[in-house]
């Protein structure tokens, strides 16, 4: 009988650097409970980022993954597969969903598995969350210094959130009943953990001591206008660091807002859901997934 072996693809933004790093930090909890989660190649990740990077055909340049580290990857995985006795594999990268335009990528993935009986584990967040999402995050990273709308109109690509469109490569390749699909909302998980709505959704019961720590945070919408302000300005560079720190700390305890509502206007919102109104109907149809 082949072993389990859950390929948890993305999409980005639903949690999966929080849950990484939950996995390779209770490894041997995890190995005792017969669940194996391997290590990335030099422990340089807590998720297995450079696993996906090996398989696409344009990985980032600062993953450092040329011709030879290519190699050196995949047999660092094959060898860490064979040697393990536990009867459930999980192998985590939202990296990995970025290959839904290299068909033959996804190929190379399921004969490099083909020892296991594969499933694929998909989160996926309200379009518009999504994107807000990203724009938070890029604010954090320093990547942009302009308003939401801006960002939609010059940065943002709508179809990152066309979900269905993007699983076509993966249910061509490995059929859809390999697809477990879930919605990446607190109220719909199990007990309102994504941990254990992950391991719900795989049909695993484990022993789960700790929670998961919170992870990537973005900046708080009601801060954004100030963290731009003050990562844009002449002040000494450790001065604005520390700033932005303070800020992002000051964030974590303001209340939850509606971050759709507070930076758009409702013509511009429903302009935007205009957008993704097929692609959520096709969600329903295809995966009972309703936004």
């Known amino acids: ?26 490894r041997e909890e995890l190995e005792r409970q017969d669940i194996f989660y391997p290590r990335s190649h030099d422990d340089a990740f807590p998720g297995n980022v450079d696993l996906s990077w090996a398989f696409n055909n344009n990985p980032p340049r600062w993953g450092n993954v040329d011709e030879i580290n290519r190699e050196k990857i995949l047999d660092f995985y094959k060898k860490q597969l064979l040697s393990t006795g536990c009867k459930n594999i999980i192998i985590s990268s939202e990296d990995f969903v970025l290959l839904d335009s290299q068909i033959i990528s996804i190929e190379k993935i399921k004969e490099y598995l083909r020892e296991y009986e594969v499933k694929l584990v998909v989160y996926m967040r309200e379009p518009v969350e999504f994107m807000l999402s990203l724009y938070s995050h890029a604010i954090r990273a320093r990547q942009i210094n302009c308003s939401f709308k801006t960002y939609i109109a010059e940065n943002y690509n709508f179809a990152a959130a066309f979900y269905p469109a993007r699983l076509q490569p993966w249910i061509k390749v490995f059929g859809k009943e390999s697809l477990i699909v879930r919605k990446y909302e607190k109220k719909s998980f199990i007990n309102n953990s994504l941990l254990e ?92 997934i309703e936004f």
Not at 5 to 25: C, P, R, V, W
């Open 1 to 26: 009988m082949k072993k389990k072996l859950f390929l948890h693809i993305g999409f980005h933004k639903t949690g999966t650097s929080a849950l990484q790093e939950y996995l390779d930090n209770h």
């Open 197 to 288: 709505d992950f391991f719900d959704a795989i049909g695993i019961k484990i022993r789960i001591k700790d929670k998961m720590n919170k992870s990537n945070v973005g900046v708080h919408p009601w801060l954004i206008q100030a963290y731009i302000d003050i990562a844009s300005s002449d002040i000494d560079e450790k001065v604005k660091v520390k700033k932005l720190k303070q800020l992002l700390r000051v964030g974590v305890n303001l209340p939850k807002e509606n971050a759709a509502k507070f930076l758009l206007d409702e013509q511009d919102l429903a302009i935007i859901n205009n957008v993704y109104k097929t692609s959520k109907n096709k969600l329903r149809q295809d995966f009972g």
